[in-house]
């Protein structure tokens, strides 16, 4: 594993890194894809694709990864499963430190995606698994019949709220603002939802429970004013994280630790580029991942042919 | 049609409109989309695309445009055949002058691709439709059994020779370099078609024919000196030019016409934002041009959410 200097690795196998993985593999380059767990990325945990375009039929999340999987693969992508804990530039390679030791590439794609964000309040890391949950789609099923709260305001927020409620018996969506910053549509589906009611200008400050949650502790940011909102599940969509940890000091990120990029998703590192929800200024979508990491694969290969030449 | 003012006007129904109109439809903006042809863009004369993300199975360009303007449609997306001749910005709205009249909207995508480029020659425009062809897919089969000259060294010509040669007896590839641009697969492939021949350092000055196409005049670029080759077809791929004449004077674009960008496809204009192949530094692939789009409505809405509040 030491010696050996492929032209290409890509870090991450989402859709961003996924598309990358299609070109490389098709183009016949020296390219190999780490992921620390399954590919996919965050959409394998989306109930359904409906605005990806080119399919008028939605789709599951987990289906589109597969599709994007086995189209990688049949080009004759390599994937291992391998986290990366470090990048160090090293002039003409870049040194990957991996789980599993050391590679080394002639250029790197970083599409490591975001992670969940957490609220940060008493009982949440306690109870997490025990009614906390970070994804509606994969245990909004677990509450049927109960009463759940969602946190946050976002297009993920009221997504998720619409999805929850199809098996809860309430849903109550505490937001600190006055109103959604969700998109038009979500809105307008989730004010024509009985079964979601809003707590506006309010913010969760304690999850209660001893074995599982039994409620939450809801402040309103005018008055202070606290009170008991009793439920048996909490779905916190506060945002997202980026996975770029292992790139500290070696690129430059932005204030929240996102990658930035310019316009062809080139990194401050010649050589270092970034693609999907881990760069700067992306729009988080499944069709602008695919469109960054083929950005990035096209501009990898020309400085590739760069370093030939 | 002068006094409603839209929310959103899509100029091109190619990948980055249909794209950006998904979108914009399953939101419930009021939005509509121009194209002043047939949608779909150039990926409807292309025979087959491997690699837009999400089709294992390689599918025409054909029946993806459809698949795509199917979805725009089931989420009511309004479809016009109207060309758009200009734009005017006018402070909170936009302007667009069309082929039916006036048209105002607060935002507005160009998304109107590139057109193929010509390259200028004697008996070129004459020709054109009698053997010289800008669309190997479109023409390549009327040339089963014959010798065709193809003008170009990027992966385009490539592709297009590659395909050409399943029907014709030879494909003489004229290259003013020593060397294809082409991606390495492409190279490979075309070097591994016995049917494919190179005419290295060399240009076309003339094509030469009375009704048809008889064959061209070939010019070495070092000694300057002239060869006849002969052939029925000439399909000349030596790139695209921006559908942005009625951009000119009004929004901010490069020196060869493409539309400048920041990363979130915002133009110099407020509330006119450009996706795909008609912007400057698109990597002009189905899939960025999908992202493009996307970006380009989400960013359209964030205009239109701060015209509102």
Known sequence: MTDEIHELIIVGGGPAGLAAGIYAARDGLDCLLLEKGMAGGQIVVTAEVANYPGFPEPLAGMELARRMEEQARAFGLRIAEEAVTGLVPEGRSILLRTAAGERRARAVIVATGASYRR?????????????????????GPLFAGGRVVVVGGGDTAVEEALFIARFASSVTVVHRRDSLRAGRHL???ASAEPKIAFAWNTV???????????????EDVASDRRREIPCDGVFVFVGTMPNTGFLEGAVALDDRGYVVTDIRMRTSVPGVFAAGDVRADSVRQVASSVGDGVTALLEAECHLAGLEG
């Open 119 to 139: 609220i940060g309040v008493p009982g949440e890391e306690r109870l997490a698994g025990r009614g906390v949950s970070y994804c509606g789609t994969c245990d």
């Open 187 to 189: 809105r307008r589906r």
């Open 204 to 218: 969760v400050r304690e999850i209660l429970g001893g074995e599982k949650v039994q409620g939450v502790i809801a």
